[in-house]
T-cell receptor, first 113, second 115 residues
Framework: DAGVIQSPRHEVTEMGQEVTLRCKPI?????LFWYRQTMMRGLELLIY????????DSGMPEDRFSAKMPNASFSTLKIQPSEPRDSAVYFC???????????FGQGTRLTVV | QKEVEQNSGPLSVPEGAIASLNCTYS??????FFWYRQYSGKSPELIMF????GDKEDGRFTAQLNKASQYVSLLIRDSQPSDSATYLC???????????????FGKGTKLSVKP
């Protein structure tokens, strides 16, 4: 398996623009996680899905952030409108089932100017 | 607020020495514990997981868990310069007697192994 695949790897956008990050989990994994990593706050869980259903979105910063998982092989994280404080590395991860080890994608480095 | 605490370091050890990395967690009901390694600019990669009290060994790595003290550690024997990275402790928090599906991460300890 190719592992968790994220796109794009890098994104530079202007404040106010919409940003969409994409993730393809490992085939057969039923849990998917979106994390954000910054120097100040470390790795923060934004939202996680189990069997395509959002289970916990308490980490989503505000209404500007939304995530979807329309099927078992694809998820998106959208920021609209983007702000400079959203600049971070966004990781998608998947796991075989709840509570087991998570495998990370390569991340998307987002810069909002 | 369920938390995972790690000393940010940097922890500097000479090549060939034992590196000891520590982690404490606040959720007494946590069941699963993980150590990830993250090289600069890369994504976290799993090194080990441990579920039961005691030690678990895998090559040069040993994970130690003490649930009574809410403490988990990672020992790296015969440290190599290639071990220089940030090590992240992660905990699967509990939820009303069961486990939640997510992992909560500490901020990581930066390890530097000097040749």
């Amino acid at each position: 398996d190719a592992g968790v695949i994220q796109s794009p790897r890098h994104e530079v956008t202007e404040m106010g623009q919409e940003v969409t990050l994409r993730c393809k989990p490992i085939s057969g994994h039923n849990s998917l996680f979106w994390y954000r990593q910054t120097m100040m706050r470390g790795l923060e869980l934004l939202i996680y899905f189990n069997n395509n259903v959002p289970i916990d979105d308490s980490g989503m910063p505000e209404d500007r952030f939304s995530a979807k998982m329309p099927n078992a092989s694809f998820s998106t994280l959208k920021i609209q409108p983007s702000e400079p404080r959203d600049s971070a590395v966004y990781f998608c991860a998947s796991s075989y089932r709840d509570g087991t080890e998570a495998f990370f994608g390569q991340g998307t480095r987002l810069t909002v100017v | 607020q369920k938390e995972v605490e790690q000393n940010s370091g940097p922890l500097s050890v000479p090549e060939g020495a034992i590196a000891s990395l520590n982690c404490t967690y606040s959720d007494r009901g946590s069941q699963s514990f993980f150590w990830y390694r993250q090289y600069s600019g890369k994504s976290p990669e799993l090194i080990m997981f441990i579920y039961s009290n005691g030690d678990k060994e895998d090559g040069r790595f040993t994970a130690q868990l003490n649930k009574a003290s809410q403490y988990v550690s990672l020992l790296i024997r015969d440290s190599q310069p290639s071990d220089s990275a940030t090590y992240l402790c992660a905990v699967n928090p509990s939820n009303y007697g069961g486990s939640q599906g997510n992992l909560i991460f500490g901020k990581g300890t930066k390890l530097s192994v000097k040749p």
